[in-house]
């Protein structure tokens, strides 16, 4: 069986890696044009395309895969199966329906769940218990075909974006393994979507998702703050400089004690205390942020400019206690 595989970043390359591991051919893989990076923004290839390099496979790097030309490239490679992991092109009818076992595709998610480029993030947004892959028959729809296989996971209560990121990678490739096997034997009983997604689509994630709005309550911001670890990032200002926020924990407010303010603060700041974004001190030293609905108490932080550093740290070198973040 003749394999074409089409991705585009790490998730991908895992995948792809397990695929080559177990001994699957490859006759080519289709990913992403290189993308400039760091200050001098020079072109970078992918993490898909490098790995393919290593192991002396051709790469096609298509700007828009529907192309005819494109899709002529794909065409004269006969690939019996085309398999997708987080490519980030949309697939025409006419590549879904040229390989003799069709595409399929390895989704971080349970479908019909997070439809979308951005599921893992999302469904730590949502405060999910649990999460999952899914191999999906691909149609002309967005995560829309038939389920022939799926596998699942607890969310950790303090996952990151990254650290469910690489649990869901090693799951799909173990699930992929399972079921190529079953591919064009009548094992593999697909099981048709409905119309409706059950959640919210799971959008691709920008840079400005990170940025944290102190109105919302302490443990949306929380799951934001582990969501978007290592990007986008949950950021916010502080005196007019990024301020980023690497982990957090939530602090619930009480009527009977109220948060303590360093000595010698403003007399005028405890007229701002209710205000979302002021930063405060707790009783034992540590740094509160005032949010929409209880306290959130960053342990981590990273200055614009500055490097990564405990929470502890941070305030031994700084006067941001009497400061209000967002602002």
């Known amino acids: 069986m003749k394999i074409v595989f089409m991705g585009t970043p790490d998730f991908a390359a895992g995948i792809l890696a397990a695929v080559l591991d177990a001994g699957y ?24 395309k490098e790995l393919a390099a290593s192991r002396g496979i051709p790469a096609l790097t298509p700007t828009r895969v529907r192309r005819p030309e494109e899709i002529e490239k794909i065409r004269e490679l006969s690939p019996d199966l085309i398999l997708v992991a987080a490519f980030g092109q949309i697939l025409p009818k006419e590549l879904l329906e040229l390989p003799k076992f069709g595409c399929l595709n390895v989704h971080a998610s349970l479908l019909p769940a997070y439809r979308g480029a951005a599921p893992i993030q999302h469904a730590i947004l949502d405060g999910c218990e649990e999460t999952g892959v899914s191999i999906m028959q691909m149609d002309e729809g967005l995560d829309t075909g038939a389920v022939l296989a799926k596998r699942s996971i607890p969310i950790a209560p303090d996952e990151t974006g990254g650290s469910l990121f690489d649990k869901l990678a090693a799951l799909g490739a173990d699930l992929l393994l399972e079921t190529l096997p079953k591919v064009g034997t009548g094992e593999l009983v697909p099981e048709p979507q409905p119309k409706e997604s059950t959640t919210a689509y799971a ?5 400005e998702d990170g940025r944290i709005d102190w109105t919302e309550d302490a443990k949306t911001i929380e799951r ?22 690497w982990s957090a924990k939530v602090l619930e407010e009480t009527r009977e004690k109220e948060p303590a303010l360093l000595p010698g603060e403003a007399k005028n700041l405890k007229d701002r205390v209710s205000l979302p974004g002021t930063l405060l001190t707790l009783p034992d030293g540590s740094l509160a942020v005032k949010t929409g609905d209880g306290l959130l108490v ?30």
Do not use: H
């Open 203 to 207: 959008a691709m994630l920008k840079k």
């Open 224 to 245: 934001k703050v582990r969501a978007f670890a290592p990007w986008p990032g949950a950021y916010t200002s502080l005196k007019g400089k990024n301020l980023r926020i």
């Open 25 to 48: 051919p490859v006759a080519a893989v289709v990913t992403q044009p290189d993308r400039p990076k760091g200050r001098k923004k020079e072109p970078v290839p992918c993490p898909v």
């Open 298 to 327: 960053p342990t981590e932080v990273q200055m614009e400019g500055k490097r990564r550093m405990s929470t502890a740290e941070f305030l031994r070198g700084s006067r941001a206690a009497a400061a209000r973040l967002g602002e």
